[in-house]
């Protein structure tokens, strides 16, 4: 990346797979729990992944319903074979009234991220 950043050729083409923390969870023994609620773990994860495969290493935290559990609502962790990734059960806000009356920031200790 940093080739490509100073406008030099590359050494090789920057690989990072779309699907991180699946793949390098189970490829570090991380449980997909554990992906998604310890994000130190998480990034060490992610880090060790792309140094053992020669990857660009570009850590991602997220899930594609982010911002459920983080302004109030509640989510349900994956549990079981086929789970990937937290669920919303409840949403912080039900109608839009609701939703634009939650505050800019998430509640203090409801981040997915840990702050990171």
Do not use: C
Request: glycine share 12%.
């Amino acid at each position: 990346m940093e080739a490509l950043l100073k406008r030099q050729k590359p050494d090789r083409v920057p690989n990072w797979p779309f699907a991180a923390m699946g793949f390098t969870s189970l490829y570090t023994g991380l449980t997909i729990v554990d992906a998604y609620t310890k994000p130190e773990k998480t990034l060490n994860a992610q880090r060790q992944t792309a140094q053992d495969f020669g990857w660009v290493f570009l850590p991602m935290i997220g899930y594609a319903a982010m911002g459920g559990w983080e302004f109030g609502g509640e989510v349900k962790m994956p549990g079981g074979e086929w789970a990937q990734a937290p669920s919303v059960i409840r949403h912080a806000a039900q109608t839009p009234e609701e939703a634009m009356k939650l505050k800019g920031t998430p509640e203090p200790g409801r981040t997915i991220t840990g702050g990171v």
